[in-house]
């Protein structure tokens, strides 16, 4: 079992819509997450970065986190075409080392 | 734009052969990641450096090898090289040594393996 899962998708929807991407994992021990967006040949940019349980927002763009169910989410809202790219959880336990899911391949259609 | 810089973009070679991947940080970061990305295996943590020390490693092959040089560049170098090895390769900079620093993601590398 990977410590880290995540749909590959890929995941189409229309434009204007709320995505939600998802990702599970089975070590209790991590404690920081991270969401990191990577668009087609090019490199992963960080997104969202969350400590705790809850919810952080940024623009249209929230992170939750569900520490007792080992639960990730990224919700986009009012989602655009530029959105279209491959979105990765990710995750790490004090100052070791970032574990990444395989990645979800999102398409937003006009 | 980054501001990691990464060459060549692409890569063709055969089995058997060696190659060396060339990472430029970010000015100002001190900490280079390496990373794998394959489609079964997603993106994964194969060694760090800063400021010229080997700092961390995660799923390095014995054939795999890195450094980072005086002027903070990176190196890695695969050799005897096999099928399985074709994938992206990133490489990522940070300012400080911790990991809990926001990495920058170069645009990788494509590898060919054939």
């Known amino acids: 079992q990977k410590e880290v899962e995540q749909d590959p998708g890929p995941l189409s929807v229309p434009e204007g819509a709320i995505v939600s991407l998802n990702c599970t994992y089975s070590?209790?021990?991590?404690?920081?997450f991270m969401w990191y967006r990577q668009y087609s040949r090019k490199g992963p940019e960080l997104l969202m970065y969350?400590?705790?349980?809850g919810n952080k927002e940024d623009g249209r763009f929230t992170a939750q986190v569900d520490k007792s169910s080992k639960y990730i989410s990224l919700f986009i809202r009012d989602s655009q075409p530029s959105d279209s790219a491959t979105y990765l959880c990710?995750?790490?336990?004090?100052?070791?080392?970032?574990?990444f899911g395989i990645g979800t391949k999102l398409q937003v259609i006009p | 734009d980054s501001g990691v810089t990464q060459t060549p973009k692409h890569l063709i070679t055969a089995t058997g052969q060696r190659v060396t991947l060339r990472c430029s940080p970010r000015?100002?970061?001190?900490?280079v990641y390496w990373y794998q990305q394959s489609l079964d295996q997603g993106l994964q943590f194969l060694i760090q450096?800063?400021?010229?020390?080997?700092?961390a490693k995660g799923n390095i092959l014995e054939r795999f090898s890195a450094q980072q040089f005086p002027d903070l560049h990176s190196e890695l170098n695969l050799s005897s090289l096999e099928l399985g090895d074709s994938a992206l390769y990133f490489c990522?900079?940070?300012?400080?040594?911790?990991?809990?620093?926001?990495?920058?993601f170069g645009d990788g590398t494509r590898l060919s393996i054939l």
């Open positions: 990522a900079s940070s300012v400080g040594e911790r990991s809990d620093q926001p990495q920058h």
């Open positions: 070590n209790s021990a991590f404690q920081y």
């Open positions: 969350t400590y705790s349980s």
């Open positions: 990710a995750m790490r336990m004090g100052y070791q080392k970032v574990t």
């Open positions: 000015s100002g970061d001190l900490s």
């Open positions: 450096y800063y400021n010229g020390e080997e700092r």
